[in-house]
Protein backbone atom coordinates (compact mmCIF):
# COMPACT_ATOMS: atom_id res chain seq x y z
CA UNK A 1 0.00 0.00 0.00
CA UNK A 2 1.73 3.27 -1.20
CA UNK A 3 1.44 6.70 0.80
CA UNK A 4 -1.32 8.99 -0.49
CA UNK A 5 -1.28 12.55 0.02
CA UNK A 6 -3.53 15.26 0.12
CA UNK A 7 -4.26 18.50 1.01
CA UNK A 8 -6.88 20.34 3.14
CA UNK A 9 -7.48 23.70 4.24
CA UNK A 10 -3.68 24.14 3.05
CA UNK A 11 -2.37 21.27 5.27
CA UNK A 12 -1.08 18.26 3.74
CA UNK A 13 -2.32 14.57 5.36
CA UNK A 14 -0.95 11.84 4.39
CA UNK A 15 -2.51 8.31 4.70
CA UNK A 16 0.15 5.70 5.66
CA UNK A 17 -1.60 2.57 5.62
CA UNK A 18 -2.82 2.67 9.62
CA UNK A 19 -4.23 6.28 9.57
CA UNK A 20 -4.18 9.79 8.48
CA UNK A 21 -1.19 11.82 9.93
CA UNK A 22 -0.93 15.47 9.71
CA UNK A 23 2.47 17.69 9.33
CA UNK A 24 2.79 17.77 13.21
CA UNK A 25 2.66 13.98 13.26
CA UNK A 26 -0.33 14.04 14.91
CA UNK A 27 -4.06 12.55 13.63
CA UNK A 28 -6.72 14.99 12.34
CA UNK A 29 -10.03 14.62 14.02
CA UNK A 30 -13.02 12.52 12.26
CA UNK A 31 -14.98 15.00 10.25
CA UNK A 32 -11.11 16.19 8.40
CA UNK A 33 -10.77 12.38 8.11
CA UNK A 34 -13.67 12.34 6.60
CA UNK A 35 -13.08 15.02 4.11
CA UNK A 36 -9.60 13.85 3.78
CA UNK A 37 -11.14 10.27 2.56
CA UNK A 38 -13.29 12.34 -0.05
CA UNK A 39 -10.53 14.18 -1.37
CA UNK A 40 -8.49 10.73 -1.78
CA UNK A 41 -10.59 8.79 -3.17
CA UNK A 42 -9.68 8.66 -6.10
CA UNK A 43 -6.07 7.82 -5.45
CA UNK A 44 -7.24 4.99 -2.79
CA UNK A 45 -9.38 3.28 -5.75
CA UNK A 46 -6.02 3.26 -8.09
CA UNK A 47 -4.36 1.83 -5.10
CA UNK A 48 -6.89 -1.10 -4.72
CA UNK A 49 -6.94 -2.29 -8.07
CA UNK A 50 -3.42 -2.38 -8.04
CA UNK A 51 -3.94 -4.45 -4.88
CA UNK A 52 -3.10 -8.01 -6.23
CA UNK A 53 -2.33 -11.87 -4.77
CA UNK A 54 -4.45 -13.15 -1.85
CA UNK A 55 -1.84 -12.45 0.75
CA UNK A 56 -1.56 -8.74 -0.43
CA UNK A 57 -5.23 -8.25 -0.41
CA UNK A 58 -5.60 -10.14 2.83
CA UNK A 59 -2.84 -7.81 4.56
CA UNK A 60 -4.46 -4.68 2.89
CA UNK A 61 -7.78 -5.84 4.15
CA UNK A 62 -6.89 -6.24 8.10
CA UNK A 63 -4.94 -3.05 7.45
CA UNK A 64 -7.80 -0.99 6.30
CA UNK A 65 -10.01 -2.21 8.67
CA UNK A 66 -7.95 -1.52 11.49
CA UNK A 67 -7.34 2.18 10.39
CA UNK A 68 -11.13 2.68 9.68
CA UNK A 69 -11.31 2.28 6.04
CA UNK A 70 -14.24 0.09 6.27
CA UNK A 71 -15.45 0.20 2.55
CA UNK A 72 -11.94 -0.49 1.31
CA UNK A 73 -11.04 -2.97 3.58
CA UNK A 74 -14.78 -4.40 2.46
CA UNK A 75 -13.75 -4.09 -1.23
CA UNK A 76 -10.43 -6.01 -0.57
CA UNK A 77 -11.97 -9.14 1.39
CA UNK A 78 -14.50 -9.32 -1.23
CA UNK A 79 -11.64 -10.10 -3.66
CA UNK A 80 -9.58 -12.41 -1.45
CA UNK A 81 -12.57 -14.55 -0.60
CA UNK A 82 -13.49 -14.31 -4.77
CA UNK A 83 -9.89 -15.89 -4.74
CA UNK A 84 -10.21 -18.67 -2.28
CA UNK A 85 -13.90 -19.17 -1.76
CA UNK A 86 -13.55 -22.13 0.50
CA UNK A 87 -11.22 -20.44 3.05
CA UNK A 88 -12.60 -18.67 6.16
CA UNK A 89 -9.67 -16.15 7.00
CA UNK A 90 -10.67 -14.10 4.66
CA UNK A 91 -14.48 -14.22 5.23
CA UNK A 92 -13.14 -13.65 8.83
CA UNK A 93 -12.22 -10.35 7.89
CA UNK A 94 -15.07 -9.68 5.52
CA UNK A 95 -17.51 -10.53 8.80
CA UNK A 96 -15.74 -8.01 11.28
CA UNK A 97 -15.80 -5.87 8.91
CA UNK A 98 -19.69 -5.62 7.77
CA UNK A 99 -20.34 -5.54 11.90
CA UNK A 100 -17.68 -2.53 12.15
CA UNK A 101 -20.11 -1.33 9.47
CA UNK A 102 -23.06 -2.12 11.31
CA UNK A 103 -24.06 -4.33 8.89
CA UNK A 104 -24.18 -7.90 11.39
CA UNK A 105 -27.13 -9.41 9.44
CA UNK A 106 -24.63 -9.37 6.10
CA UNK A 107 -21.74 -10.71 8.39
CA UNK A 108 -23.98 -13.49 9.51
CA UNK A 109 -24.85 -14.96 5.84
CA UNK A 110 -21.05 -14.67 4.76
CA UNK A 111 -20.12 -16.54 8.28
CA UNK A 112 -23.10 -19.49 7.82
CA UNK A 113 -21.99 -20.25 4.46
CA UNK A 114 -18.75 -21.45 5.65
CA UNK A 115 -19.79 -22.81 8.51
CA UNK A 116 -22.30 -24.58 7.37
CA UNK A 117 -19.50 -26.21 4.90
CA UNK A 118 -18.29 -27.29 8.53
CA UNK A 119 -15.71 -24.63 9.24
CA UNK A 120 -14.37 -24.13 12.60
CA UNK A 121 -11.87 -21.57 12.00
CA UNK A 122 -12.11 -19.91 15.34
CA UNK A 123 -12.00 -16.18 14.30
CA UNK A 124 -14.56 -16.85 11.83
CA UNK A 125 -16.99 -18.50 14.56
CA UNK A 126 -15.99 -15.29 16.97
CA UNK A 127 -17.13 -13.31 14.42
CA UNK A 128 -20.41 -15.44 13.87
CA UNK A 129 -20.70 -14.96 17.60
CA UNK A 130 -20.04 -11.18 17.88
CA UNK A 131 -22.72 -10.43 14.93
CA UNK A 132 -25.53 -12.96 16.88
CA UNK A 133 -24.74 -10.55 19.97
CA UNK A 134 -25.02 -7.29 17.75
CA UNK A 135 -28.34 -8.74 16.92
CA UNK A 136 -29.56 -9.74 20.24
CA UNK A 137 -29.58 -13.70 19.57
CA UNK A 138 -27.65 -14.16 22.76
CA UNK A 139 -28.38 -17.86 23.15
CA UNK A 140 -27.57 -18.43 19.70
CA UNK A 141 -24.34 -16.33 20.52
CA UNK A 142 -23.17 -18.05 23.95
CA UNK A 143 -23.63 -21.06 21.95
CA UNK A 144 -21.50 -20.33 18.92
CA UNK A 145 -18.67 -18.71 21.80
CA UNK A 146 -18.57 -22.05 23.58
CA UNK A 147 -17.86 -24.10 20.68
CA UNK A 148 -14.53 -21.52 20.01
CA UNK A 149 -13.86 -21.65 23.34
CA UNK A 150 -13.83 -25.43 23.15
CA UNK A 151 -11.99 -25.57 19.75
CA UNK A 152 -9.46 -23.96 21.37
CA UNK A 153 -9.07 -26.33 24.43
CA UNK A 154 -10.81 -24.26 26.64
CA UNK A 155 -8.65 -21.09 25.74
CA UNK A 156 -9.80 -18.22 23.91
CA UNK A 157 -8.66 -15.42 22.46
CA UNK A 158 -9.03 -11.62 23.82
CA UNK A 159 -11.70 -11.30 20.84
CA UNK A 160 -13.81 -14.36 22.13
CA UNK A 161 -13.50 -13.14 25.50
CA UNK A 162 -14.57 -9.81 24.60
CA UNK A 163 -17.87 -11.52 23.14
CA UNK A 164 -17.99 -13.73 25.93
CA UNK A 165 -17.93 -10.99 28.39
CA UNK A 166 -20.88 -9.09 25.96
CA UNK A 167 -23.30 -11.87 26.35
CA UNK A 168 -22.75 -12.03 30.13
CA UNK A 169 -23.30 -8.41 30.39
CA UNK A 170 -26.36 -8.66 28.48
CA UNK A 171 -27.51 -12.22 29.29
CA UNK A 172 -26.58 -13.09 32.63
CA UNK A 173 -29.14 -15.57 33.37
CA UNK A 174 -27.81 -17.80 30.60
CA UNK A 175 -24.73 -17.82 32.71
CA UNK A 176 -27.12 -19.56 35.39
CA UNK A 177 -28.13 -22.49 33.89
Known amino acids: MRRTTVTLNGRSYSFDGRGWVGPDCLRPPAAAIVELNRLAAAQFSDDDDQTVGYEQLMDSAVALRDAGQLERALRLARRAMAARPDDAAPAAVTCSVLRAMGRPKEALLVADDLVGQGSAYRPLLTSRAAALADLGLWEDALRQIRQ ?19 IK ?6 FDQ
Do not use: N
Request: aromatic share 4%.
Open 169 to 174: AAAPEL
Open 148 to 166: VIAIGGGRAEAEAMSVWGR
